[in-house]
């Protein structure tokens, strides 16, 4: 460990952000924090990434300027945190310390190295990858394979601040994998008391930032994607000394509610985690929201037949003791890797006159769920109906799922051949490959939303599913913010698909890098090979006379948009407005307007502005809140799959701050 500090933090600065910020004595997790702090991943507790900031605004947005930037050493898709005009960063292999005006480093801190540290996997939903990480490099553990141990890094996603609690004093917590690390936020020096030397040893890793509610440090799990390992149970420490409080067992077991609902599949379950990079608190009545992922395998359960309950849900906790409150499944028997990205927002909305609280969740599936958050039954009605059923041997297929009444799906959710591009969509050459890519996997069947992916026996021709969303979504971890005042929800929703069909697994094969050892009888794979990864996509520029693709990018065979920013009136269950995110600047003029998918998610602030980066076409921008109208955008010089955040430095001015690649970008008037 090492700390560097080039000044430190005034004891009065820390002082007045503990007294802004202390938990638990409002009725409002928003009325906690000082209007121009930034304490957590999501800003409040309530997770709506609202901020309540307008000097910034629908009226002057168009002058933005880069203020400053600093080059992390890692971390391209955290969110920085600010507390009494400091920013927090994790940076690779450190966490920093800046003054939010100017940038300049207050103090770094440099993660110890473990003796066997275990690196967090990375799930193929947070990270598409071809087959296989890059060659050389261990999944999200930063260090090279050959030249001694993995460099130990601090959570790519970011930290979280704990505002002390009058015996001691305010800390920086973060995640690095298996273990839980606290500094102080005033020096960056290990936090005494906490753990052995300021770290705690977590037991199973999680690479998203730790939830801290009064002195409850909640985290989640990144266990792999094999049926049987290690539980990816949720978990809460102290944030004073690091002794565990408790943890919630995902995959009940016998004698446990729930456990009927997984038949014999129960037994040493893996998956099933809260992949999630934070848990949501309703501050006023206690309550932690965990999103709980899908069970593994990914693509096949024919070993754990049932509804498989705390799977897919939204899972409600008492926050101080882990006590079991209630849940809501919005996948019932996942096969499509339809995990939960995040949990959603807290906000009330008006319903029959009074007013309801309520957590709104939109996950990879695109379909809104708005549930009364004191007890889990839906405020928008919620249907359960018939999907189709699909023929891979000894799989267990659930003859419903669960649909909101209303909005409908944010993404497409359906496809049928004359639903190709075309031409006149990109360009003739990129419309024959689609084709071509059409007829070399047999035809795509899609029979509509939960389409499950149908058995092809290895010899035989092509028998190609195609699926909506892909396994991407939807909206990612990315997620929604929510103005509380307005009531209106904004997501990044993906236009992605998953291609291919189930087969018999090859034992002497790796069928995805996270899932390496599994026993699975049956995965997934396609005309292109083993794997989770294949959509129907194909080269702008076609292929050459030898069949191989011509130089360019590769882009989605269905018709355009492939990225929508959508905003909803949660009050109403209504879409508001959609707007087209994203452009594609390897396509001719005109044609550019197609949406350019990401996994980030936006901001709003009391300026009426949606900021918003996400997209892979090195752009960062800004919507008016209540048109939907892009009124502002930037350059960058990497593409910004971060979350944006808006904080007040102690100069009193207002910035907008997202991170592109390992620059974080700072724009002010």
């Known amino acids: ?18 007294g802004v910020w202390a938990q638990g004595s409002s009725s409002s997790a928003r009325n906690q924090i000082a209007p121009g702090d930034w304490p957590n991943l999501n800003r409040d507790l309530a997770a709506t990434r609202f901020s309540p900031l307008t000097e910034i605004n629908t009226t002057n947005v168009g002058s933005l300027k880069q203020a400053w930037t600093y080059r992390l050493g890692g971390g391209a898709t955290s969110v920085p945190l600010v507390v009494g005009g400091v920013m927090y960063a994790s940076s690779g ?48 553990a930063g260090g090279r394979r050959g030249g001694g141990p993995p460099v130990a890094v601090a959570s790519q996603r970011g930290v979280g601040y704990w505002p002390g609690d009058g015996t001691a004093s305010a800390r920086v917590m973060f995640l690095g994998g298996t273990r839980l690390f606290a500094v102080d936020a005033a020096t960056g020096n290990p936090s005494a008391g906490f753990g052995t030397d300021g770290i705690v040893n977590i037991g199973v890793p999680y690479n998203g930032t730790p939830t801290l509610y009064r002195n409850v440090v909640i ?14 149970n949720p978990r809460a420490f102290d944030a004073r000394t690091g002794k565990k409080l408790w943890e919630f067992q995902t995959v009940p077991k016998p004698g446990s509610k729930y456990n009927e609902t997984w038949g014999d599949g129960w037994k040493e379950r893996s998956g099933t985690n809260m992949w999630g990079f934070a848990a949501p608190v309703d501050v006023e009545r206690g309550i932690a929201y965990l999103p709980v992922a899908g069970p593994a395998a990914n693509y096949y359960g024919g070993d754990r037949p049932g509804r498989n309950d705390y799977a897919n849900s939204v899972v409600a906790v008492d926050a101080q003791t882990g006590k079991y409150l209630w849940h809501f499944q919005t996948v019932h028997h996942d096969i499509w890797d339809s995990d939960m990205p995040t949990a959603g927002g807290l906000v009330d909305v ?71 591009v075309t031409a006149a969509d990109t360009t003739a050459e ?141 009050n109403t269950g209504m879409v508001v407005w959609e707007s087209v995110l994203g452009v594609n600047d390897a396509l001719p003029e005109g044609k550019r307007l197609v949406g ?31 048109t939907g109208t892009e009124i502002w955008t930037t350059n960058l010089e990497a593409n910004a799959n971060a979350n944006p955040m808006s904080y007040q430095g ?12 390992n620059i974080l970008m700072v724009y002010s008037l």
């Open 219 to 232: 985290i989640g799990a990144n266990v792999n994607e094999v049926p049987q390992g290690p539980a990816g």
């Open 430 to 570: 990129h419309a024959a490959a689609c084709l071509s890519m059409w007829d070399k996997a047999g035809g795509f069947s899609n029979a509509g939303p939960f389409t499950p992916f149908m058995f092809h026996k290895k010899g035989d021709p092509p028998k190609s599913t195609i699926q909506f969303p892909g396994g991407t979504g939807g909206v990612n971890w990315g997620g929604m913010a929510v103005d509380p005042n307005s009531g209106y929800m904004f997501v990044n929703a993906q236009n992605t698909s998953l291609v291919g069909w189930v087969e018999e697994k090859d034992p002497n094969v790796d069928y995805s890098f996270d899932a390496r050892g599994s026993k699975q009888p049956y995965d997934r794979a396609s005309v292109n090979g083993v794997g989770p990864f294949f959509t129907f996509s194909a080269p702008l520029n076609g292929y050459d006379a030898n069949g191989r693709p011509r130089p360019g990018p590769q882009l989605p065979c269905q018709r355009p948009p492939w990225s929508k920013l959508v905003a909803v009136n949660l």
């Open 1 to 18: 460990m090492r700390v560097k500090r080039s000044m430190l933090i005034p004891v009065a600065v820390v002082t007045a952000a503990i």
């Open 350 to 420: 008006m319903q029959n006159g009074r007013r309801v609280p309520v957590i709104a969740h939109v996950g990879k599936t695109s379909y809104l769920f708005v549930l009364n958050r004191t007890n889990g039954k839906p405020i928008i009605p919620v249907e359960e109906r018939p999907v189709p059923k699909g023929d891979v041997p000894t799989e267990s297929y659930s003859p419903t799922q669960p649909f909101p009444v209303r909005p409908g799906p944010l993404s497409r959710v359906s496809f049928k051949k004359e639903e190709m």
């Open 596 to 626: 350019n998918s990401g996994s980030a998610g936006p901001t709003v602030t009391a300026g009426g502005l949606v900021f918003v980066g996400a997209t892979n076409d090195r752009r960062f921008r800004a919507f008016d809140a209540t």
């Open 650 to 661: 102690k100069s009193g001015k207002q910035f907008v701050a997202v991170v592109a690649g």
């Open 93 to 140: 292999p450190q966490v920093v310390a800046l003054d939010a005006d100017s940038g300049k480093e207050i103090w770094s801190y440099t993660v110890p190295a473990a003796a066997a540290a275990t690196p967090a996997p990375v799930s193929d939903a947070q990270a598409p990858a071809a087959a296989a990480p890059p060659p050389g490099l261990t999944p999200s």
